[in-house]
């Protein structure tokens, strides 16, 4: 059984970075696409940021384009979303998620993967 696993998350003053793992362990997650979305209290989950199996598409939120990347290392079987600029309203719990299936594509709705990490709080203050 698949287990994904975030880490990296914590505090950070507006204007600055941290760096997002998911880490997998059970089974490799190369050749599947992985996501990143987030949930504050009330709210939906919300798409961030989406990367096809092979590395080589990525697609963003308008809301973190240009100051979210996300990437793979399938040699580590980790994904990474690395977050610069940040700002009050990215506070949020930061989940990743795989999707089995095929497909050469990245996918941006919660209901397309199919396994899912516990989450990780990020809090940025004003």
């Known amino acids: 059984q698949v287990q994904l696993v975030e880490s990296g998350g914590g505090l950070v003053q507006a204007g600055g970075s941290l760096s997002l793992a998911c880490a997998a362990s059970?089974?490799?997650?190369?050749?599947?696409?992985m996501g990143w979305f987030r949930q504050t209290p009330g709210k939906a989950r919300e798409f961030v940021a989406a990367?096809?199996?092979?590395?080589?598409?990525?697609l963003y939120a308008d809301s973190v384009k240009g100051r979210f990347t996300v990437s793979r290392d399938d040699a580590k079987n980790t994904v990474s979303l690395q977050m610069s600029s940040l700002k009050p309203e990215d506070t949020a719990v930061y989940y990743c998620?795989?999707?089995w299936g095929s497909g050469g594509y990245y996918y941006a709705g919660d209901y397309e993967y199919d396994d899912w990490g516990q989450g990780m709080q990020v809090t940025v203050s004003a």
């Open positions: 998620a795989v999707r």
């Open positions: 059970g089974h490799p997650l190369g050749h599947y696409a």
């Open positions: 990367i096809t199996w092979s590395g080589e598409g990525t």
